[in-house]
């Protein structure tokens, strides 16, 4: 399946446009008042998942009438903005209206990329010693839909993360008493057991020194290799931690969208909708 069928761009385009803030055409404060029009933000977005999707850098995504330096710009003044989360938190609530997340059972799991230009979110990959890489942490629900997403560097542990990764849940709404979280071995230790206790999160842990078996937790090593799908998480070249959130939660509003609409088209009709069993 690719990482973006084509069916979805529009539709993702369209909440995020929502979101964007009212930009003249030309900047009224310019000295001279002959400078050139604003590249209209649709254009730019295309060149930014384009990238996402390649992992290309923004010199290779540039075409005449929008350059890496306005790629460049705009991805920051939008990640400073937090606008990839939000479109992200409104895919999830479309999601949840529409067919709705299963929170009764939990996956949480982390996954290591690589990251060679280091930055923020960066550290020294244990698969690779010397190397520069990223630990992104997952927590997703019982059919594998993305709930939050956390980077840190590849050197910490997957169990410390587990805090931050639940705690990201919080701003989805109360969760229902009693969810079972899913894990491997890895989280195996008392330190997670009270975390989760404090949450009043039931705990399914492998336990340690056993055939690590996937269990229920399969949908969240599904969502990771989709996620990994993205060039841009992949193997991330971006150094400032916004950006690098930016990226991260734009490709997981497009897992959303992706099992919005491969769920709902079973079960609602539209003009446009897709016919096919796996999405193009």
Known sequence: MPAVPVSLPDPVWAQFSALLPAHPAVSPTHPLGCHRPRVPDRVVFERVVAALVHGSGDERIAAPGCSDRTIRRRVHEWADAGLAEALRRLAL????????????????????????????????????????GLNRSSATDAAGVPLHLVAAGANPHDAPLLGPTLAGLAKLGPLPAGATVHLDRGYDGEPTRARLGGLEFAAEIAPKGAPDQAGARWVVERTQAWMNGFGRLRRCTERRGSVVAFYRFLAAAFVVARALIDEARTRYRWPSRPTTRRLR
């Not at 999601?95 to 290591?112: H, K, P, Q, S, T």
Request: glycine fraction near 18%.
């Open 93 to 132: 609530e479309q999601y949840e209206r529409m067919i709705g997340l299963d929170f009764a059972n939990l996956a949480v799991d982390g996954c290591i990329t690589e990251a060679p230009g280091g930055g923020e979110r960066a550290g020294r990959s244990p698969p690779d010693p010397g190397k520069q």
